[in-house]
């Protein structure tokens, strides 16, 4: 996989594009600063940008925005946000195209976990941090899910599949496709491609309830 790696901080910069080497990606572009990594991807043409949220020069949001300027210009490029704590702004206009994760970074130190997220989203698919997800299905809400439906939803936006969602519930397989039903029910989505439905679900609760 060819990946370019947008983060400010040289020690975390350099350790995680060892990291990804050691494993086999190739390192293609490397930036400190939000506009420095634009211009890196429009060149380099990776198949994954890895980015800090917060860069420089405003350190605030301009990775997230720089993600996004990158989506608009190379639909085609997967987007990995990184961030030190939870930041929600951004997330759900990304995650709504496929091809989009957000782990915080601590994350990265789970090895497997983080390779096998990448890999998700390099195809297509999401990797939402288990964080990210409880900030946003935490919040009080009015709505007709279910708390084990919300557990459900949550375990969806991390990228689990309904095997997996049946193993970290204590679930049977046949248990979690009725909940996953119900809750595609209630959110009134008709039946498409079952991944994009269930992309689209967990948008629907975000968009609705956060």
Not at 12 to 28: C, K, P, Y
Not at 119 to 141: I, Q
């Amino acid at each position: 996989m060819r990946i370019v790696i947008g983060e400010d901080s040289t020690l975390f910069r350099e350790g995680l594009a060892s990291l990804l080497s050691h494993a086999g990606h190739d390192i293609v572009g490397r930036a400190a600063d939000a506009s420095t990594l634009v211009s890196v991807v429009a060149d380099a043409q990776p198949d994954l940008a890895i980015v800090d949220i917060r860069m420089p020069p405003d350190f605030t949001d301009d990775g997230a925005r720089a993600a996004r300027q990158i989506r608009s210009a190379q639909p085609e490029v997967a987007i990995l946000l990184l961030s030190q704590h939870v930041e929600t702004r951004h997330s759900v206009e990304l995650v709504s195209q496929g091809g989009f994760g957000y782990l915080l970074k601590d994350r990265v130190l789970d090895v497997d976990d983080f390779l096998e997220s990448i890999a998700r989203v390099a195809s297509g698919g999401s990797a939402l941090d288990p964080e990210v997800v409880g900030r946003l299905l935490g919040r009080p809400t009015t709505g007709t899910l279910t708390p084990r439906e919300r557990e459900v939803l949550g375990l969806m936006a991390e990228g689990c599949t309904n095997v997996g969602i049946a193993r970290r519930l204590w679930l049977n397989e046949r248990t979690v496709e009725t909940h996953v039903g119900s809750i595609m029910a209630k959110l009134g989505l008709a039946a498409n491609m079952e991944e994009h439905r269930r992309v689209l679900a967990v948008l629907t609760y975000l968009a609705e309830y956060s």
